[in-house]
Nanobody, 116 residues
Framework: QVQLVESGGGLVQPGGSLTLSCAAS????????MNWYRQTPENDREWVAR????????DYTDSVKGRFTMSRDNAKNTANLQMNSLKPEDTAVYFC?????????WGKGTLVTVSS
């Protein structure tokens, strides 16, 4: 069974940066999509960013364009989300998602808190 484990969350001041990582185990796919979603207690889970392999094309929700960058490290089997210029409204639990051969896998999430 594929497992996804997120890391890198924490407390950061507005304007700061964090890098989230999603480590995938028991996974050897070449054609797949990895996503980052986020959720707050008040809102539904929101899609944030996507990377499609093998091409590596990325896409982002409008609210994070120009601030977040998603990448894939094949050697480490991780998907990363570099988050810059963080805002209080970016505060959420961030979840990693993998879509591969018709299956949908989720991590348990990592909390990002943007506050002074």
């Amino acid at each position: 069974q594929v497992q996804l484990v997120e890391s890198g969350g924490g407390l950061v001041q507005p304007g700061g940066s964090l890098t989230l990582s999603c480590a995938a185990s028991r996974f050897t796919g070449r054609t797949y999509t990895m996503n980052w979603y986020r959720q707050t207690p008040e809102n539904d889970r929101e899609w944030v960013a996507r990377i499609s392999l093998p091409g590596g094309n990325t896409d982002y929700t409008d609210s994070v364009k120009g601030r977040f960058t998603m990448s894939r490290d094949n050697a480490k089997n991780t998907a990363n989300l570099q988050m810059n210029s963080l805002k209080p409204e970016d505060t959420a639990v961030y979840f990693c998602n993998l879509r591969w051969i018709g299956n949908n896998y989720w991590g348990k999430g990592t909390l990002v808190t943007v506050s002074s």
